[in-house]
């Protein structure tokens, strides 16, 4: 720290969770928040937000040619069509893979994230190596999660400085011909839908 | 101020707050247009990431008009305008250190891109 | 502005560290804070840019070392102040009153 006096712990709020608690408490006499609306919210996203949704939108990509296209042509109507839009998600844009090119999404600025088809993003998303180096290295970040990119494959990182939340839309694996829509969804992982991961082969 | 009840958290959730504006503005750049990054360094909130500024990039997607960050932190008003995608080579940015395949796509408002010389 | 908070490209900060199995939580007051981002956002509080430019304020030290979830404390309760919803010192005297109950 800059004069060697700083400790993490007079860095940091104390008891971080009993000032949140103050600050709640003190919104609500004055009316300003509802408790009651705060419970529903933390349990809407506890239920019904995350990656799940979006691997939805990703099977149904991969076996609905017509969808596919209006995916990647208007994200937005696509994944709203299937009711995952929403705070955090109100303009979508779905970045396709292929053998040729490899997409992963940052925000370097926040830490802005799809809340309604990824739900709330992990810690690693939000942290500082994460941000500052995927822009400048990514190749050395992707095979820190154990993806080997070629060299004749190329790397696009979207950085989500504006109001458009991205998607990646993985390959599908191969060996999934005779999968059905449910069973492909769940090969889709959170990180293949970063791109900081594929989605999973059967066999896994 | 209108409390949030808990009869309005699901349209609250399903609706955001989309930032996109419903006008006619005209945008200064369409697809396939180079631009430069102007040299932003005000104190206030922006959107511009330090290590876009001054490099040459090429629009790839007009995304439509949306609130401006900057003026909208600081009350003072929406200054509604285009958001595009900006396509960036890893060797713009990052010299030699940049990978010679790879690209770099960042959201950049109207006002923080000029027509590239 | 300049601020901390504009990391992309920045060398030193290691490797990406990976929690296994992460919560969607990983303790109740997140949850609450998250929540109260949103009504305060619904309220009229704030809008997206004024959340985030406090953040961007944030001491340089404080900004890294916080959790996510420590960071929309800090730029909610200032937005609170600066809207004249409450005090900085109504805060502070709640807090140390909840501390106090949680010491006894």
Redesign the interface.
Same mark, same amino acid.
């Given at each position: 720290m800059k004069d060697g006096n700083h400790s993490h712990a007079n860095v940091l709020i104390p008891d971080v969770g009993l000032r949140v608690k103050a600050l709640e408490s003190l919104l609500a006499e004055k009316k300003v928040i509802d408790p009651a609306a705060l419970d529903l919210i933390v349990e809407t996203f506890e239920t019904q937000m995350g990656p799940k949704n979006g691997a939805k939108v990703v099977a149904k990509a991969w076996v609905d040619p017509a969808y596919r296209k209006w995916l990647l042509e208007d994200g937005t109507a696509a994944i709203g069509s299937l009711g995952y839009i929403g705070v955090q998600g109100e303009n979508m844009v779905a970045l396709e893979n292929t053998p040729e090119v490899h997409n992963v999404v940052v925000c370097t600025l926040c830490s802005c994230y799809p809340w309604p088809t990824l739900g709330l993003p992990p810690i690693w998303f939000k942290s500082a190596p994460y941000r500052a180096r995927v822009v400048i290295d990514p190749r050395s970040v992707l095979k820190e999660f154990g993806l080997d990119i070629a060299d004749d494959v190329e790397v696009r990182v979207w950085d989500s400085t504006a109001e458009l939340r991205y998607l990646v839309l993985p390959m599908r694996p191969e060996g999934t011909e005779g999968l059905s829509e449910q069973e492909l969804a769940s090969l889709v992982t959170r990180d293949s839908m970063i791109g900081t991961g594929l989605a999973q082969s059967p066999s896994h | 101020?209108?409390? #949030?009840?808990?009869a309005? /958290?699901?349209t /609250? #959730?399903?609706?955001?707050? &989309?930032? +996109?504006v419903d006008i006619e503005v005209t945008p200064k750049f369409k697809a396939g247009d180079k631009v430069t990054v102007v040299n932003l360094?005000?104190?206030? @909130?922006? +959107?511009? &990431?330090?290590?876009i500024r001054g490099k040459v990039g090429t629009v790839t997607a007009d @995304?439509g008009v949306?609130?401006f &960050?900057d003026t909208?932190? @600081?009350?003072k008003g929406p200054k509604p305008q285009h /958001?595009y995608?900006v396509m960036f080579t890893a060797r713009e #940015?990052?010299g030699e250190?940049? @990978?010679p395949?790879? +690209?770099?796509?960042?959201?950049?408002?109207d006002d923080y891109l000029d027509p590239a010389s | 502005m300049n601020g901390i908070h504009d990391l992309g490209g920045m060398h030193g900060f290691g490797p990406v560290v990976v929690e296994q199995d992460e919560p969607y939580f990983h303790e109740e007051w997140e949850g609450r804070m998250l929540a109260m981002m949103i009504a305060c956002f619904a309220a009229g509080v704030y809008n997206v840019d004024r959340f985030r430019h406090p953040i961007e304020k944030m001491d340089p030290h404080h900004y890294l070392l916080a959790s996510y979830y420590e960071k929309w404390l800090c730029t909610v309760e200032q937005n609170c102040i600066d809207a004249g919803i409450v005090t900085r010192e109504e805060v502070d005297a709640r807090h140390a009153q909840l501390m106090k109950e949680k010491a006894a």
């Open positions: - | 101020m209108k409390m #949030l009840t808990t309005m /958290v699901p /609250v #959730l399903a609706t955001g707050d &989309p930032a +996109r360094n005000q104190i206030e @909130h922006n +959107r511009l &990431p330090a290590y @995304h949306f609130v &960050p909208s932190a @600081h009350g /958001v995608t #940015l990052w250190a940049g @990978h395949k790879d +690209r770099m796509y960042v959201d950049a408002w | -």
